[in-house]
């Protein structure tokens, strides 16, 4: 597996869009679900200023049924 990068929420929601994700709604706070229509799956991104910590990173790219190389290219 490859090492994570320190993305930001923007980098993150590009690599979404790219993947077919799109913004569904707000949820609690500053966190958005983003939900792809083809596989219909959902994830939690959240919209805070720097960097998205890797933990959570892995998280969003797992719940998006996702591999890292898959998102990160």
Do not use: C
């Not at 709604?25 to 958005?32: D, L, P």
């Amino acid at each position: 597996m490859t090492r994570l990068p320190a993305l930001t929420y923007r980098e993150v929601v590009a690599r979404l869009r790219r993947a077919g994700f799109e913004f569904d709604r707000q949820a609690k706070g500053s966190h958005e679900i983003w939900y792809n229509p083809t596989t219909h799956r959902r994830t939690t991104v959240p919209n805070h200023p720097g960097t998205i910590p890797r933990g959570t990173l892995a998280a969003i790219i797992r719940e998006a049924g996702l591999t890292v190389d898959e998102f990160l290219h």
